[in-house]
């Protein structure tokens, strides 16, 4: 399985995933890119959402079967909304510490992710940073010889720690963007769980290298100060409740083009994520940086390494 | 058309919102063909003068003129004279329902003085919206931490109460698995659609829970209205399903519909 996904490699998906957009405008009013589902008969049609939307954070979650059927099943809900690319990253199971074996598990789903719907789907390289070496190893498989194009970073461990420091460089080699998981609890962190303070701390080691702060600690009003002093730390606003004024703070604050969208689905719907930038109170050139340009222009990097 | 069965007027003390001051809040009803919203007033969880809350409340939605909006007053079962707000609500404000915050009244579901209020109330035929949670309990404001209420007693105090009509709100996460269905087999319960989450999530709901009650709720203004309006694009339900949740349920509680 692993010499056939790897035949599509990542310079040469995202040669072809990107050639055919440029920029920002590539996102359009619907009716103007595809169907719109359902449209006809509904009395707010009127309200149309975007076409061309990415999503910055997609799981094989919340939906039965193998994972081509999940994969099938989370692009319809996708597209009835206008989203037109997803990110996946992680398997079709959570486990908080993996070991080596179970990362590389759950890189080889999203790898068949990949493989099913290359036209659609991107996929983040999963690692665990307590084992430095297989990371780096899962890295080059997936990233630099596979067509996966970031890295994910979920709750192993907290990322201001110094472990994390080869992934990130070799990261930055590729030029592929980190995208790392990131709560601001009320009480406490579960352990090996970032806050967006982590973020910022391993970002600024790291000025060569480009971050997603997913979920903006959930607690944005918190954590989009805590990133602010980073510049490249971008704010993923995926996976927490559609708290109106997020997006429009995250933008006075950190500027639009260091905000981007994401949903965290399954789990979450696309629609209540959705929901917090279309509601937003902002330019629509804003909206366009959000909903696809921003991370357009992250993975175009990696596109000319 | 929409009907909004969960939209609140005033402002959360914690934040300000686009939609917190009243003509913002009917434009976005307005945008997203919502012609009535059941309103209750954020004042409502805080203030102990909840006579002067409701009196507000029933004067803000009496002088709306571009979308009719419902009032729904607030009452705290735990303040002395409770009974005369709740008959002020119904008789002086004729409001058609009362919202109850359990949570930030603090009393639990199993307190008697719960029990009392919700007799009273199916008495006079009012409607009883009972609001699950205000926001997620993750990353709530250190000096106001409210869990989210514990509907376990629920089935129990709905069932020996035939004239009681009992709609939650923002019952999503904290109602679930075997709850969730065990509050499904119980007539005269409603549910909407504002803290659902998951893809598809309004489908599987109604998988679970008889379509006819399910309602349009948005959460408005904590939570933008259009999270709610795409949840039903999302589901891509049938029209005969979409139009039961985005109004006609709602209608036929009031008792506005002929259906």
Redesign the interface.
């Known amino acids: 399985m692993e010499t056939c996904l790897n035949r599509l490699t990542r310079r040469a998906m995202l040669a072809q995933t990107l050639r055919a957009t440029t920029g920002t405008a590539a996102v359009v009013a619907a009716g103007a890119g595809g169907p719109s589902?359902?449209a006809a008969?509904?009395?707010?049609a009127a309200?149309a959402?975007p076409r061309g939307i990415w999503d910055a954070h997609v799981h094989l979650s919340?939906?039965p079967g193998t994972v081509e059927q999940r994969v099938d099943?989370?692009l319809d809900?996708a597209g009835?909304?206008g989203i037109e690319r997803i990110v996946m990253h992680m398997g079709t199971s959570f486990v908080e510490d993996p070991s080596p074996e179970e990362v590389r598990r759950q890189n080889d789903e999203v790898l068949r992710a990949v493989a099913h719907a290359p036209q659609r789907v991107f996929g983040f390289v999963y690692v665990n940073p307590k084992h430095g070496q297989e990371s780096l190893r899962e890295l080059d498989r997936c990233v630099r010889d596979g067509p996966m194009v970031g890295v994910k970073l979920w709750i192993a461990i907290r990322c201001s720690r110094p472990e994390l420091d080869p992934i990130v460089r070799r990261a930055a080699e590729l030029k592929v963007p980190l995208l790392q998981h990131a709560?601001?609890?009320?009480g406490s962190n579960m352990p090996g769980e970032s806050s967006c303070a982590d973020v910022a701390a391993l970002a600024l080691r790291h000025p060569d290298a480009s971050f997603l702060c997913a979920h903006t600690?959930?607690?944005w009003?918190r954590g989009l100060r805590a990133i602010r002093a980073a510049g490249n730390v971008l704010a993923e606003v995926s996976g927490?409740?559609?708290?109106?004024?997020f997006v429009?703070m995250a933008v006075r604050e950190l500027g639009a083009e260091r905000v981007v969208f994401g949903s965290d689905?399954?789990?979450?719907?696309?629609?209540?994520q959705?929901?917090?930038v279309?509601?937003?109170?902002l330019p629509e050139p804003a909206k366009r940086l959000i909903l696809r340009g921003n991370l357009q222009r992250l993975l175009r990097k990696g596109a000319h390494p | 058309?929409?009907v909004d069965v969960n939209a609140n007027l005033s402002r959360w003390p914690l934040?300000?919102?686009?939609?917190d001051e009243l003509p913002r809040l009917v434009d976005s009803l307005l945008?997203?063909?919502v012609k009535q919203a059941w309103v209750g007033s954020l004042d409502g969880l805080f203030h102990r003068d909840l006579g002067g809350v409701n009196l507000r409340l029933a004067g803000d939605c009496r002088r709306e003129r571009r979308v009719e909006l419902v009032p729904f007053g607030s009452v705290n079962p735990l303040l002395p004279d409770w009974q005369e707000e709740l008959r002020r609500c119904h008789q002086q404000h004729r409001m058609p329902g009362i919202r109850l915050h359990p949570g930030y009244h603090g009393y639990g579901l199993a307190d008697p003085a719960l029990a009392q209020l919700l007799d009273l109330a199916a008495q006079r035929g009012l409607i009883v919206q009972l609001v699950v949670r205000m926001?997620?309990?993750?990353?709530?404001?250190?000096l106001m931490?409210i869990p989210d209420v514990d509907t376990k007693p629920l089935a129990e105090l709905v069932r020996p109460r035939p004239g009681l009509r009992l709609v939650l709100l923002n019952a999503f996460p904290t109602l679930a698995g075997q709850e969730l269905k065990r509050l499904a087999a119980v007539d005269r319960v409603w549910l909407d659609i504002a803290?659902?989450?998951?893809?598809?999530?309004v489908a599987d709901l109604l998988k679970i829970v008889p379509p006819a009650r399910v309602l349009f709720g948005s959460h408005l203004?904590?939570?933008?209205?259009?999270?709610a309006?795409?949840?039903i694009?999302?589901a891509?339900l049938d029209?005969r399903l979409?139009m039961a949740v985005e109004h006609q349920n709602a209608q036929r509680l009031l008792g506005t519909s002929d259906g």
């Open positions: 589902p359902g008969a509904d009395a707010e309200w959402t919340g939906v099943r989370l809900f009835r909304l709560y601001d609890r009320v600690g959930n607690d009003e927490s409740d559609p708290t109106a004024g429009e689905a399954g789990g979450r719907s696309f629609a209540s959705l929901a917090k279309l509601s937003a109170d | 058309m929409i934040r300000r919102t686009p939609c945008r997203h063909g926001d997620d309990v993750r990353v709530q404001h250190p931490r803290t659902k989450e998951g893809v598809g999530g203004p904590l939570f933008p209205l259009e999270s309006v795409l949840k694009r999302e891509a029209d979409r």
